[in-house]
């Protein structure tokens, strides 16, 4: 079974910029699995964030962030990641990562494996 484990996450200012990280531990799993951000606060339903093919050929971004946030993997590494600049306080979530195995979705429900999740917070 794939575990996922996210890191990076913080306190920052608004318009900084951080970079989460998601480990996988299932080698061949990773580098065949589409990937996914997704985010949540209490009380709301998880919102996708970034999802990205098998190769990083087709990538996805959720309205909310695009020009803004940048989603990566690297196959050698079994990692994912999530390049967020300019942040600001409607950023503020627990970010999870994500594995499909299939095509990249937008939704949640599609995916399979979930990470525990990396808290983010923006405020001055």
């Known amino acids: 079974q794939v575990q996922l484990a996210e890191s990076g996450g913080g306190l920052v200012q608004p318009g900084d910029s951080l970079r989460l990280s998601c480990a996988a531990s299932?080698?061949?799993?990773?580098?065949?699995?589409?990937m996914g951000w997704f985010r949540q606060v209490p009380g709301k339903e998880r919102e996708f964030v970034a999802a990205?093919?098998?190769?990083?050929?087709?990538?996805v971004y959720g309205d909310s962030v695009k020009g803004r946030f940048t989603i990566s993997r690297d196959n050698d590494r079994n990692t994912l990641y999530l390049q967020m600049n300019n942040l600001n306080a409607e950023d503020t979530a627990v970010y999870y990562c994500?594995?499909?195995?299939?095509?990249?979705?937008?939704?949640?429900?599609?995916?399979?494996?979930w990470g525990q999740g990396t808290h983010v917070t923006v405020s001055s």
């Open positions: 994500a594995t499909r195995w299939a095509l990249v979705s937008t939704n949640a429900s599609d995916y399979d494996y």
């Open positions: 299932d080698d061949y799993t990773f580098s065949m699995s589409a």
């Open positions: 990205i093919s098998r190769r990083g050929g087709n990538i």
